[in-house]
């Protein structure tokens, strides 16, 4: 399904489902009230994050707090089937322990939740956790789990999101705080004490003290990949710089897309000064546009891999490149368990929520009045019908924050 046909669905239906399950809460919480305070010895936690594969790679702050909290803690996600790799990336979660939603049509997704929801709540879960910003459906699906306890975003008072008032910890979404620390709160939530409204009343690390997962790469893999751009262009060599041009954006917000245009004129003033070659990455659907930027670029020190890598050949390609310039969108996240240097472009959203983690990550944006437009208040549905914030974003000073990280690596 299209994200647009799911957003509808989960605006038109999820409202009352929410209220209807609110009630139904209500009444089981008479005959058998849950924990509302803070949880100890907790074995079993459902990770709800079908979306958003980039943020998904944040969470794992939050998972290694809650095994400082509970070493036996056994972490199971929930996601879309298309977003597996990612949490597999995580090194965290055992594939046997990712539950996996298909989204080709709204039969299928309808019963793979009524197939799994009956797996998951034979697993007698401690707690589940809706780590949606924006979906009623996550938060359904947290709370039909059967876990002994729920956490989840609540807008209280503010006008946001309805999303039913069942979570046994009810988070306020603070949209001043970056994603990672977000999710980091959701754990402290767990174990503050019964009574305090809103959670979190405890602080959260800074950006840099939060942990983040490594890639761990072999000399076999680094040359399969190495090969694999050698077969698609003969002339890439060793010594040359590798520098990354990913031009796409999810479909979720489009608007995040910088003009293709942009990508074509920086591509020619890289290869102008440095002896390098740029490498196009990317998903099948976009390998039209990609030939047209290596035509544009001439094909001579262009290497365009756009649908010719898995996600961990990608995450491997990485680790042997320079440098990456990207849409904001789930590559700069992934880039973040490697060392590569990543420029994110931010228009619509901002980098004071998802900028990418790590050493050498630079976030540009045009600083516009107007953005970021897009949030969870809005349900990611923007009215703008003209991303001025991503095409005022100057080629000059994209191409000034690639020199300067190219002279840091010293090539």
């Known amino acids: 399904m299209h994200p647009d046909v799911m957003r ?3 605006a038109l239906v999820g409202p009352p489902i929410c209220f209807v399950l609110s009630l139904r809460r209500r009444i089981l919480d008479l005959i058998m ?3 509302r305070g803070p949880l100890k010895n907790v074995k079993k936690i459902l990770m709800v994050k079908p979306a958003e594969m980039g943020s998904t790679v944040l969470t794992y702050s939050m998972l290694k707090r809650a095994q400082q909290l509970w070493p036996d803690v056994e972490f199971h996600f929930l996601v879309f089937a298309e977003n597996t790799a990612v949490v597999e990336m995580l090194g965290l979660v055992p594939q046997a322990n990712i539950h996996k939603l298909r989204t080709a049509d709204f039969k299928t997704f309808a019963s793979d939740c009524i197939s799994q929801l009956l797996k998951l709540r034979s697993l007698r879960f401690d707690v589940a956790i809706d780590l949606e910003f924006f979906s ?6 947290a709370e039909l789990s059967g876990a002994r306890s729920t956490c989840g975003f609540s807008r209280f008072t503010m006008e946001g999101l309805y999303k039913g008032s069942f979570f046994t910890h009810a988070v306020q979404y603070n949209p001043h705080i970056h994603t990672a620390q977000t999710f980091y709160s959701m754990i402290e939530a767990l174990i503050q004490p019964a009574g305090q409204i809103p959670l979190v009343k405890a602080a959260v690390p800074r950006l840099e003290q939060l942990e983040l997962p490594k890639l761990l790469t072999n000399d076999s893999e680094q040359h399969e990949v190495v090969d694999l751009m050698t ?3 003969h002339r890439v060599r060793q010594a040359a710089r590798l520098i990354i041009i990913n031009a796409n954006s999810s479909e979720l917000v489009p608007l995040r897309r910088w003009p293709i245009e942009n990508f074509i004129e920086l591509g020619k003033m890289l290869l102008h000064k440095y ?4 490498v196009l990455t990317g998903v099948t659907a976009e390998r039209e546009e990609s030939e047209r930027v290596a035509a544009a670029l001439g094909e001579e020190r262009v290497v365009n891999l756009v649908g010719k890598t898995s996600l961990r050949q990608l995450l491997v390609l990485y680790s042997v490149c320079d440098l990456m310039i990207t849409n904001d969108s789930g590559p700069s996240h992934f880039a973040s368990i ?3 240097a990543v420029i994110t472009l931010f228009g619509p959203e901002t980098p004071a929520l998802y900028c990418a983690l790590g050493k050498n990550r630079v976030s540009l944006t045009s600083e516009l009045a107007c953005s970021p437009c897009v949030s969870s208040y809005n349900h990611r549905a923007t009215v703008c019908n003209d991303n001025q914030c991503m095409k005022r974003l100057k080629v000059q000073t994209v191409f000034a924050a690639c020199e300067k990280l190219l002279e840091m690596d010293g090539k």
């Open 275 to 278: 002896d390098c070659f740029i």
């Open 8 to 10: 509808k669905i989960d």
């Open 231 to 233: 077969q698609v262009n």
């Open 33 to 35: 009230p849950r924990c």
């Open 338 to 340: 490697t060392d590569l």
């Open 136 to 141: 009623r459906a996550s938060a359904i699906l």
